[in-house]
């Protein structure tokens, strides 16, 4: 996996940060446009270059398909682990 593979645009680092910062919950892809604001056709592409990955996994909940992170992926949980690090420094600079 190279970092052109995570952050290949904006929609990628947009969608990635909000789930790394919304770990353990599940969103509709529909929900996970919205709240990122990319478009929805630009987030399945997203979100399945994020599957083919195994950064997120993508679930059937009757209709739906819920998008979560997959905390089992060792890199998910090392940039979750960076997200952190970055709010805390935020917040010490602040």
């Not at 399945?44 to 905390?71: A, C, D, T, W």
């Amino acid at each position: 996996m190279k970092l052109h593979d995570l952050f290949a645009s904006k929609a990628h680092s947009k969608i990635l940060q909000f789930l790394l910062e919304n770990p353990g919950k599940a969103f509709s892809l529909r929900y996970l446009a919205r709240a990122t604001g990319v478009a929805p056709s630009t987030a399945i592409i997203v979100v399945n270059n994020f599957e083919r990955l195994g950064l997120v996994y993508q679930r059937r909940l009757r209709s739906v398909k819920m998008i979560m992170l997959n905390p089992e992926n060792p890199v998910a949980g090392n940039l979750m682990q960076l997200v952190e690090l970055l709010r805390r420094y935020e917040s010490a600079s602040s």
